[in-house]
């Protein structure tokens, strides 16, 4: 809070300075704050709950996000830049016209500010309560109200220093948050492994070290790679939570070294969050957990003493915050400069799109608690429901016409307008029927299945009107030859990676 009052009292009230920092961030604030801000409460409880039953496979969600980050590095984020974007919406308008450009921000402040939100509040308050049941016991003897008070109580103090501060204030706490992420997850690695004797323990006392599961597996085979390479293009490349901060990079070269340095920092973030449930398997192999969602908390009662806990704790709150003032930042900045400068008043002064971006923090607060709530209702009555792969699926509903959009609007010769604003709809349709179609088939490929579709049908239409699919080499950049040495070393290791733990 005080990072954020700091950052208010030195701010200046432009929207330029409040939504992207005045185009003046470098790239170890890129780095440290995106990975921030993907990161939060629900990968160390439910990404670490889904770990604890299927294994190593859970890490392909975050590793395989280096696809996504290598492509917003060299292809994404260089085109938003030259034609200097505040959102991401204004790259779509320039694209495809001003009703695309508003469907895609009101589903994607649907998305982030109702579904996103309430689950990162969600998850943070019910990592407070599994931690430290006993020292909130004020809050009510009922674990759902306990959950439902600590939401409210992180929500309003995450909305109020980013209220106060921009991005500057998000970019800046972001920083802070991350060193207690990373430093809280180490401990734990650490303590976990020792535990069970070290990494070859891994090997001996589970059968969990696999990337890759069978193809009929009912969540995470090893299929779904493909979904997640489609999904990654979205929310690595046209995702305004995540690249608000490389939109405010100093230069070219910031934004795409920002860029690849989270790509590193992913795989740290994977190893912090799945490689500590493994180890919590092999632990309680002869007695395992009711609820996997209870993997963290578990390994955090169980092997940490007091000090530790608050250590891990303080982790988790910044992840949690990280996320959530990342989120309120960028919904207000879709609400004030998209639509209400935009559609609603074009003479609007920048201290009153400011204001107006304040006013959105709110509404989009009420909005996250309210489905955070619907979650709260979820899981108390059903402990070992899988709330994480239900939120991933719901999701996609929207993410599908995200990915149809992104690709026709970057890849695709001319692609229609108005043939892509119907296919983003329709995406939704196509999972419905796919879904009924094939039942039992992983929600992943399901997802699959829906994006090639519509690319499809919109990629047909593309060849017929001008018998020319895709763009050339134009829509490449690359800063500098050490850039580009960064990238292919990325991409290696991603290989490498895949290859190492089949």
């Not at 990592?127 to 006993?134: E, T």
């Not at 990494?199 to 790679?225: Q, R, S, V």
């Not at 049908?457 to 950049?477: K, N, P, T």
């Not at 580009?484 to 895949?498: C, D, M, P």
Request: aromatic content about 12%; charged content about 15%.
């Amino acid at each position: 809070m005080a990072i954020g009052v700091f950052s208010r009292v030195r701010g200046e009230t432009t929207a330029e300075e409040y939504f992207i920092s005045n185009r003046s961030l470098r790239w170890p604030q890129i780095a440290l704050s995106t990975v921030a801000t993907n990161i939060h409460a629900g990968h160390f409880l439910g990404a670490a709950g889904s770990a604890y039953l299927y294994g190593l496979a859970q890490a392909n969600l975050e590793i395989n996000a280096v696809f996504g980050i290598l492509l917003a590095a060299f292809v994404f984020v260089p085109l938003y830049l030259r034609m200097r974007v505040m959102t991401i919406t204004q790259f779509f308008e320039a694209r495809f016209g001003p009703r695309v450009a508003t469907a895609y921000s009101v589903l994607t402040m649907v998305l982030y500010g109702f579904l996103y939100l309430g689950t990162t509040l969600f998850w943070g308050a019910y990592a407070v309560n599994a931690l430290f049941p006993a020292q909130i016991l004020w809050l009510g003897p009922d674990p759902a109200l306990r959950v439902a008070l600590m939401m409210v109580v992180l929500g309003v103090f995450s909305a109020t220093y980013t209220w106060l501060g921009g991005l500057r204030a998000v970019v800046r706490t972001d920083a802070v948050q991350f060193v207690l992420l990373v430093g809280g997850g180490c401990v734990l690695l650490f303590v976990a492994l020792e535990r069970l004797g070290g990494w070859g323990a891994l090997y001996e006392h589970t059968d969990l070290m696999h990337l890759h599961l069978p193809a009929d597996h009912p969540k995470l085979p090893w299929t779904a790679i493909g979904a997640m390479l489609l999904l990654n293009l979205n929310y690595w490349g046209s995702n305004q939570i995540i690249l608000q901060r490389a939109l405010a990079a100093r230069s070219m070269r910031d934004a795409q070294v920002g860029l690849l340095a989270a790509g590193v920092l992913k795989y740290v973030t994977a190893l912090l969050i799945v490689v500590p449930a493994i180890a919590l398997a092999g632990l309680l192999r002869d007695h395992p957990l009711s609820d996997p969602d209870q993997a963290y908390p578990t390994l955090v009662n169980m092997l940490l003493p007091a000090g530790l806990r608050g250590l891990v704790l303080c982790g988790l709150f910044a992840s949690l915050m990280s996320s959530v003032d990342s989120i309120f930042n960028s919904v207000s900045t879709l609400w004030s400069v998209d639509i209400y400068r935009r559609r609603l008043r074009p003479d609007a002064t920048d201290a009153q799109v400011v204001a107006m971006g304040r006013r959105a923090i709110v509404v989009t607060l009420l909005a996250g608690l309210l489905f955070g709530f619907v979650q709260v209702y979820v899981k108390f009555n059903d402990p070992q429901f899988a709330l994480t792969h239900w939120f991933n699926d719901m999701s996609y509903y929207i993410k599908v016409g995200f990915v149809i959009l992104i690709v026709a609007a970057v890849f695709l010769v001319r692609a229609r307008p108005n043939l892509v604003l119907g296919m983003m709809f329709a995406a939704v349709g196509i999972k419905l029927a796919l879904e009924r179609i094939l039942p039992g088939v992983a929600y992943f490929n399901i997802t699959a299945l829906t994006i090639l579709t519509g690319l499809s049908v919109v990629a047909a239409v593309s060849w017929r009107d001008h018998r020319r699919l895709v763009r050339g080499r134009e829509i490449w950049h690359v800063e500098d030859r050490q850039v580009g040495g960064f990238g292919v070393l990325l991409l290696l290791s991603l290989v490498a990676i895949q290859v190492g733990f089949h």
